[in-house]
């Protein structure tokens, strides 16, 4: 059989992540075809040619067009900046290829909108990366689950938080810019909402608030200029499955680095899962004596698939880039009509549609049916 | 001088925890005389007598009206069901008692309301009984954030969780009645509410959310009968000091036993804190060279007094039931004249309208002003 | 009855803990008469008269002499430095006293035997401040044991750090001197033997190593003076049942403030303790699915009695001054001809020859049978 | 330039990891050409054959004497069991090729010691797979020592336990016939001795102890063979700068899965490290003012190279099979001849001559210089 043709668009920090993971999916799973590193585009020719050396693609292009309707590629891994990948999965989707693009779509509704009507149409596979799902540790949140280990799930808090804002004196930069979209609502809120929607099947109704920690930065140039993106968002939720829910995303948080905790309340249990621990799930259950009732530190190991393609031993230990690896093999899966635990077009836009209504709710300062984005779309 | 007369009414949980604190605060403060326990109230005289000769107390008494009229009694503790507090609160004021009761104020703002009215007239010291603020290590907390370790705090959230009411096959009890209050809100919500106060001044809006996990409980009687309390709430804030917050409560938490835990993000740094672990903080600073930064756990030691009343070893652990007796010389202070640490019915009151708020913004779907219950209470 | 008429020798650190105690165990326990505290003794008459106020002894002296043959006193809290306990405690015992002494005995052993001789012959009731045994949390790994969660234990490691002898600059006092004992080993070493003592009967074999982690100290005088104790102390077992064991002492370890970390493994499973964190124990069994394992956080609650007479709500914490009342209400127990836990003179005069084996074992670089130091003692 | 050759010998948990580590390097690493993976040998033909089309070899062979020799082979990374190694490794070296070789060196010290005698007279690049001192946190703490954060270093403890021999009813297999060499001691000991050698020099002088848990286990052809191996081995340490230290090895430990738990004293501070949580460092040290002392959790992240190779992100996570990605990218730099940070044979024969003095000081019961072993093996 034909190897799969890759092509990789962009190089920065989740397209080197692309990069390894197209790399590592053969060796680590042994039971699927090595890729063909095709073709890497990059913003100028120069870098392509050498990211394409470093990261072992054949070709290199300054050029992402050429790229996605290059013959030897089958799959585009699009990692650019949000606001480029719209324009990219569409020539994509059209040129007849399959899309792997970083989560969050776009930008905005209407261009997510846009992307989900080509995919649809195209008939091919449009994946997102949203990797946390991935984690053989949220495999096992789900696993607890659905065997009723913490019985009916009654109220589920997810927290992200990182640091890569938190300086007020680090220069104002795109991230700023209201162009970007509403700041960590969609900058990496959409994570925490995937793990909603795998778990639960999604949001009902949603009521929000957005805040900027600082109102202004230093520009480069000199002078400040005003925030225009919220960096902080709190979310009240009451979620498809009836339980009431909670986010707060924070990307300010100093001393938070990769944190999405999370704590999932039900009437025989609790789960709660730390991503800066991201190989420890922590179960709490009414099932032993109540003198040693307590959380459980469950530690990753080969129980918990897919894990032992990795490593034999438990409590080892898998990494961040680790998870794409797994993704990817879940995007050739779905490429190969076989059942894939993965984020497509078609859940990715419920998501966008929940930032909508998120970000809605807060600039009007009460409860917002999610239902409402939905009609708005189909409108 | 003659010592303070103490009467004691109820010696259920807190009952005995402040019998332990008026026994305790000399000897650990040594710097206080030793209060005389002077009488104690039960349901019945019976109780009340088996209950004086286990904690200490002289006289024991059926019927609390006669303790809160004796004239060897200078402060009462309340200890009962919230919904007793304003009758015992009001006639021990009126009787020119001093008083210390427990917290929340009352079942209905109303009632709090007039117990606030009575304390202002009375010229009496009327404290409530919020511990956890007694912690060293939240005093720790509020040093760290006036030292400006931290920076300007521009977000926050606390969680407060327990598993009391969990067991959804546990019987009805007065907990689910609607007479009891709103629910976890009122019942530990005040707790979250008192640290926000101490720390930063308070609530400007709030928007709630109140879920009930379970539809209805069995009775003992035979069948089931409505829950008609929360069990869960959470809240967005805004405070005072213009930063975002977020409360969480759930009383139906399993595996939470006595879970606070606190997030205060700031320009500067991070503060962490959970009260199951309630001799750490954990500071996160930027002063530190990069490759050095992380959250140091701060452990409970005689640099953070009054700990160091307790033992002079750092580390060796303070617990619950020592809040209580801090607590305990704190009230002393303020019957002394001195300044003290404590909430009394003037800063108590405000965290009553907050709950109010708060309730009333989960009832109406959208965001309240605290001042507007504040304006209805004036009315 | 006659109240228990008290006696405290010194009103330090651990003196303090024992009049707090005293004043606490009848409330607390509620099954007790509260004890009479009749006299306290302090280096000058002075002194004890203002710790007598504080603390609320009836009597004071600045001659222990006269303390112990006091008719008023039938126990005496012995709280001095280690070197005084053999002077106090047989004065005490031969006065018809009973004695609860601090650990350990003595700083030589020769006086230990003789404490236990004077004890066995005098009839009265001899015991040692062993509080950390006294914790709910270690009784509960007691029961873990019993019940054979963890089935054979076969290896054990306990830990003992503290970081008051840390800093090389701080000034040479008396526990740098040969005078006061060995070091690490006896001045807190004896409390891990307790635990094994408690827990598996005891040790059979030992080979130590002994450290001083800085040669000298300045003296407040000028200049510097060698250490002639050691901080560090690393103790390889054989305990009584059979199981290898592993004991590691430092008393300059910085950071740790009152650490003891136990491990104890066994065919079925594993106990992990952390004195920092008194309020929990880790267990792990081979029980649950496999892919559900792991180690149980269990927080102190009502089911570990005592804890039960302190708090009636789980995971709320007990502190280190509250395990000085449990040993307080055994004691009294013991006095009352009850079955009581509680290490007595005949139990700690094994832990006493266990250190001198150890120190032995360090000495002559080859490991000791216990027995011997045993049989040397009845030479 | 051609690209190196690689050939690799084995399959199985660490065969794999060699083969990953090969396909990743250069992509991660992006500054080393990509090795050409040219041959595989396994036991048989036909499972070479298989592996080397998962793992992208080209060439297979069930014949490792034939890999050996390839021209097209440059390197041979040996991840055979661990008495195979011996035999392999020379023949390797004999043939002229690199050796990439899994710890420990032998199952006999004599082995070991051949095969450091034919590496150095062979010129060619001879290192052993300790992967885990390229932990970017083991590199950080290494740094924290040489920078002086925590002063003289003056006691050192090192425990590594796992659980795959803990159920005493698994089947007897070839770790417990003395063939397999000591135990826990020779089997990952030598881990803890590799952190030992790099950041403190080594070892002076031992005293150790090893157990059996189990004195048997069940045959899988019925009835039961009696454990010739130590699972357990403890051992008493004089570090080669004087310091005091301990280590702890346990391989029947139930609920450990890869600990490995390091605590570094000094006259100034505390490292501690735990292998189960591998993205993190704890530091304690005396620089902050004493009430916010406390260990500080650094997470790993960019400033720890060469963590920023794989993510630029902090705080993300490695995994275990990225240290041998790390220490893939060490053998490449010492093969080209520049400065690598990698444990060869030359510091190998050490560790395996310490664990020959460990092991006879076990059996011996007294200290053993480890400067005897090095002169045995002169001899």
Known sequence: ???????????????????????????????????????????????????AQELGFEKATGDWRALVTDPDVDVVSITTPNAFHPDMAIAALEAGKHVWCEKPMATALADAERMHDVARSSGKVAVLGYNYIQNPMMRLIQRLVSEDRIGEVNHVRIEMDEDFMADPEAFF?????????????????????SLITILFGGVRRV????AKPFADRPLKSGGRRAVETYDIATILLELQNGASGLIALNRSAWGRKGRIFVQIFGSKGTIMYDQERMNEVQLYTTEAAPHVQGFSAILAAPQHPPY?????????????????????????RRIAGEPAHIIDF??????????????????????????????????
Chains 1, 2, 3, 4 share one sequence.
């Open 173 to 193: 930069y795109w991230k700023s810019e209201a162009t970007s979209g509403h700041g960590a609502l969609d900058d990496f809120g959409v994570h925490a909402l």
């Open 1 to 51: 059989m034909k190897p799969l043709g890759i092509g990789l668009i962009g190089t920065g920090y989740m397209g080197k992540c692309h990069a390894l993971a197209w790399n590592a999916v053969a060796p680590v799973f042994g039971d699927v075809s090595r890729p063909r590193l095709a073709a890497l585009a990059e913003a100028s020719a120069d870098l392509a040619l050498q990211k």
């Open 207 to 210: 009521c929000g608030h957005m």
């Open 308 to 332: 032992d393609k990795f490593i034999p031993a438990p409590g080892h230990g898998l990494g961040f880039n680790e998870l794409k690896i797994i993704e990817c093999r879940e995007l050739m």
């Open 346 to 379: 078609e859940t990715g836009i419920r998501i966008e549609r929940t930032v909508d209504a998120i970000a809605r709710s807060a600039h009007e300062g009460h409860w917002v049916d999610v239902a409402g984005s939905e009609r708005r779309a189909a409108a």
